[in-house]
């Protein structure tokens, strides 16, 4: 099957989707836009894998293939840019381009007493290559692998929405989340080194289940809060751990190391 069939097949959906989008983007521009930019180029990666993977194994055509479909919904959410969708169409059709497979790798990181535990998601084509990168920086670091399902019980995995503090008021966000059918609102954690540009930074996170999240997307617009879905999906930890300053540094940066790894698309804590 040729290039033309799945660009054809997959942008005629696409447009559908376009057409039924907002046509304002509820992403807002951070004023660290380095950090904001890595993390929109992270997210739209692995939009690019999923619709990769979703051609690869059902096809172009969304409305035979529910995985693509479901794809294309979520890129409407995110407003992920065309020109992303344009990419991994073609690449979905190059001879050799395998398939992507989602992989979770689970690591007990323990720096002193600290006892931090995370999960690290990645989407790959290459599992070999992934093991080997995520292996790699978890031991340089000081950490060790877990055993499989050793630590996953700690989290439960929920629908997410993000809104920047500087957006709303936890008050606020409760009253409009809540009446939408959301579970919590979880405040963003605070730090004492933390300045006010760092403060203005930090998300609230709306949770919610996923038969909710629709509803809740459509009360934030109505009330005019800006918010960021990411994948619209995340780990959350059931309980969390209180570390000391030391452990909160080594953890963030074991974690933004794991992050700059191509294959990984995020990566959770169990860390306050």
């Given at each position: ?17 376009l ?8 992403m807002?521009?951070s ?29 172009p055509?969304?409305v ?6 479901a ?34 790798y ?18 790959t ?22 055993d ?24 606020q966000l409760?009253s ?6 959301a579970e919590?609102v ?19 996170k709306i ?38 300053d030391?452990a ?25």
């Amino acid at each position: 099957m040729g290039s033309g069939l799945y660009g054809l097949s997959l942008l005629s959906a696409w447009e559908g989707v376009l057409a039924k989008s907002p046509v304002e983007s509820l992403m807002r521009a951070s004023s660290t836009q380095g950090s904001q930019d890595a993390k929109k180029m992270k997210l739209y990666s692995k939009i690019g894998k999923e619709v990769v993977s979703a051609i690869k194994r059902g096809g172009p055509n969304p409305v035979s293939n529910i995985a693509l479909a479901a794809v294309l919904e979520k890129a409407k959410e995110l407003d992920v840019p065309k020109d992303i969708l344009e990419r991994n169409i073609k690449k979905a059709s190059e001879k050799g381009q395998e398939t992507y497979i989602e992989k979770i790798y689970e690591a007990d990181i323990v720096y002193g007493f600290a006892g931090v535990s995370i999960v690290v998601e990645v989407l790959t084509d290459k599992i070999t290559r992934s093991v080997a990168a995520v292996r790699q920086v978890v031991k340089d670091y000081g950490g060790k692998m877990a055993d499989p399902g050793s630590v996953m019980f700690k989290f439960r995995r929920v629908r997410v929405v993000n809104i920047k503090a500087s957006d709303a008021n936890k008050d606020q966000l409760l009253s409009i989340a809540l009446d939408a059918g959301a579970e919590d609102v979880v405040e963003p954690p605070l730090y004492e080194d933390d300045t006010e540009e760092d403060a203005s930074e930090s998300y609230f996170k709306i949770v919610s289940l996923s038969e909710n999240y629709s509803a809740i997307l459509s009360k934030l617009r109505e009330e005019g809060i800006p918010f960021e879905t990411d994948s619209g999906s995340e780990l959350i930890p059931i309980t969390t751990i209180e570390v000391d300053d030391e452990a909160v540094d080594l953890n963030k940066e074991l974690i933004n190391k794991l992050l700059e790894l191509d294959d990984v698309d995020a990566v959770y804590t169990d860390q306050k």
